[in-house]
């Protein structure tokens, strides 16, 4: 998926590998994220429109990065299927 933010942040998740990476922003990406386009693992993500996202980063050491409130949520093609 992915999804931007308040700040005009663009984000891309992949659940599948528990990581995440950020595209572009108006800002320079936090320490903590990282450079832009370099992907980061996560422990715990959370990401829900109209809220911050939150995502909690391998290794484990309590550090985690707060968005600003997601904007727009793009989900990737495979997550519109519908198995049944």
Known sequence: MTFKTE???????????????????THAPTSSQGPDGEWREFHIAFVELGYPAYFEWIPHSRKGTITSLVKEIQPDADENTNPS
């Open 7 to 25: 700040s005009g942040s663009v984000y891309e998740v992949d659940h599948a590998k528990s990581r995440v990476r950020r595209i572009s922003g």
